[in-house]
């Protein structure tokens, strides 16, 4: 298997990071060194192997709903990039 | 007292309780010599006037019940401090000031100690050489141009090199481990949910603990004791029965069973490595473990499995970073292309190489031949242990497969990079605790170490068995300040 341009022009597109044709050709190198040394998994047969989601032998513990931290708009929105006190403010998104 | 700063952290709390010394005095002795050793790159963000300050006050009305009476600490810039900038050596989080603490650090502060500064380390904890961050390389006190390990690379080089007593980092496949190796100093990467990973900037939550890295084991098991608290704000905290590590400490681990994995012994293993192992077999022997042969037949696997596990989970975590609720913000024409320019330009060049491999193995069509893959291996290498541990209590085996490289040596070479940690990721993703202990040197004087990996929760037996090999191999490193100014 090998990963090709187009490959990476998509997955940079799920992963909203923009690649130029250079860094792309660059990341295609490395993903291709990388997936080589990762098919090595393939000499396992796992058929009838349960997946280990969590080392925690637990199961998530549920807790009561209740409000602990009330009142923090202003811790939220302080590192915000641009100045707003009452909300996030982003680039136009509705004509 | 001018070797203040040569003191372990015992010694230093010692001289505290017994009035030898004030939190100030000590204080200034860390703040002077980290003053002096800039070159180290060790510090993002200094703390020292805060932390004279913190001294001062402590010493008005000092509590000396406490178990880090006045003691200053540097951390790795992995975990958030209130009002004080947390940047996981990143430019996306250039300028991010927490709101809250982490709950490892409050655990800290609770007992006494105070804020020398944020440690470098590698770009959201990616690296195995601190070669990733932001923030520049550091150097290893050991020698100059030499690489300290990673990604705690910063906290490694600032115990070994005396700028702070003792420190915390992270490990997500050998973190602590393998820097503590690289500089001659102890690390434990504790059972997953036994320190809060509430606050810790988050890499792989399903791998990643923060641990203790010092001097020596005793330390190390003190510190331990501090940070491993049971917290409702992680949902993956485990509440066990925690031991006072340090008081519990004994060197008496006659009859113990050690194991030694065949596994381990790779193709192209440095003759100093298995010369190492073996000297650890017998320093072992000496303190009376019984030593047995083990097979922990997937060992192979592991690596290949945690570069799907981890990735995948980075590249979820990472989401948040998207220039809108805090960090750098690059400017674009419509929203989605402020996403893409932000994430391109803050991240760095590894962390965006994870962002993609994550990416790729979660994607449509690809999900059940890596990432599902990868769990059922996981599976398997965790059933390796389970069953090595029904013959033994501990297992040894060498920290790293080589002493520290030089910095740039390994940059341009991912998987190369990657086979560091060939010796310190089975353990995270068993989710086990290991500790790392200096026990000797590479034909370059450079250290070398032995890990000891326990059953979950079992912290204090590997700090025992830790201990007692101390005791035995008696480790010098061999540092010349040659960076103090």
Not at chain 1, 34 to 47: A, V, Y
Not at chain 2, 278 to 288: E, H, L, R, S, V
Not at chain 2, 291 to 314: G, K, R, W
Request: hydrophobic share 35%; proline share 4%; with cysteine.
């Amino acid at each position: 298997m090998s990963i090709d341009l187009k490959t990476i022009k998509h997955i940079s597109k799920l992963s909203r990071v923009s690649v130029d044709d250079q860094k792309a050709e660059k990341l295609a190198n490395d993903l291709n060194s990388i997936f080589k040394f990762i098919e090595k998994l393939n000499e396992l047969k796992t058929d009838k192997v349960e997946p280990l989601t969590s080392v925690a032998e637990t199961s998530l513990k549920l807790r009561s709903d209740e409000v602990k931290s009330n009142n923090i708009r202003e811790q939220i929105v302080k590192n915000s990039p641009q100045d707003n006190e009452d909300y996030f403010v982003v680039p136009k998104v509705i004509e | 007292m001018s070797d203040i700063t040569k003191q372990s952290l015992s010694e230093l709390v010692k001289n505290i309780k017994n009035k030898k010394v004030s939190s100030e005095e000590i204080t200034k002795e860390f703040v002077n010599r980290s003053e002096k050793s800039k070159e180290l790159n060790v510090y993002i963000t200094e703390n020292y006037s805060s932390a004279l300050d913190k001294a001062k006050k402590f010493d008005q009305k000092p509590n000396l019940d406490l178990k880090l009476p006045g003691i200053p600490i540097a951390v790795k810039d992995l975990f958030c401090t209130k009002d004080i900038r947390t940047t996981a050596g990143s430019k996306i989080l250039n300028n991010f000031v927490p709101t809250y603490e982490s709950t490892v650090t409050q655990n800290i502060w609770n007992e006494g100690a105070v804020l020398l500064g944020k440690l470098n380390c590698d770009e959201f904890a990616m690296g195995s050489s601190n070669e990733t961050s932001f923030f520049g390389n550091v150097q290893n006190p050991i020698d100059k141009n030499l690489v300290p390990g990673g990604s705690s690379g910063g906290s490694a080089s600032a115990v070994a090199g005396q700028l702070t007593p003792i420190t915390i980092g992270t490990d997500t496949g050998g973190s602590i481990r393998q820097p503590a190796s690289f500089t001659g100093i102890v690390g434990l990467k504790p059972t997953y949910g036994s320190c809060s990973r509430y606050g810790i900037v988050a890499f792989a939550s399903s791998l990643d603990q923060a641990g203790p890295m010092a001097q020596n084991v005793k330390d190390c098991a003190l510190l331990q004791e501090v940070i491993s608290t049971y917290d409702s704000k992680d949902s993956t905290s485990i509440n066990f029965k925690r031991n006072e590590y340090s008081k519990e400490l004994t060197n008496n681990i006659k009859g113990k069973k050690i194991g030694i994995p065949k596994e381990y012994r790779v193709d192209g293993m440095p003759k100093e490595i298995e010369d190492l192992w073996q000297k650890g077999i017998n320093y072992a022997k000496d303190c009376g473990a019984e030593i047995i042969d083990i097979s922990l037949p997937h060992t192979s696997y592991a690596l290949p499995t945690y570069y799907i596990v981890a990735p995948a989970e980075a590249s979820s975590n990472l989401a948040r970073y998207d220039g809108v609720k805090y960090g750098f913000r690059a400017k674009g024409e419509n929203l989605i292309d402020m996403y893409e320019k932000t994430r391109s330009e803050g991240f760095g060049a590894e962390v965006q190489r994870r962002i993609m491999i994550g990416t790729y193995v979660l994607s449509s069509g690809y999900y059940d031949a890596y990432y599902l893959k990868a769990q059922k291996v996981r599976k398997l290498i965790k059933n390796d242990f389970n069953e090595a541990y029904k013959k033994v209590d501990a297992i040894l085996t060498p920290s790293t497969p080589s002493a520290a490289f030089k910095i740039g040596e390994k940059k341009d070479d991912p998987v190369s990079m990657y086979l560091n940690d060939i010796f310190t990721v089975p353990v995270n993703l068993a989710g086990l605790p290991g500790i790392s202990i200096p026990a000797g040197h590479d034909s370059k004087g450079y250290p070398l170490g032995l890990q000891i990996i326990g059953k979950a929760f079992d912290e204090q037996n590997i700090l025992n068995i830790a201990y007692a090999m101390e005791e035995k191999i008696d480790f010098k490193n061999k540092t010349t300040d040659w960076w103090i100014k």
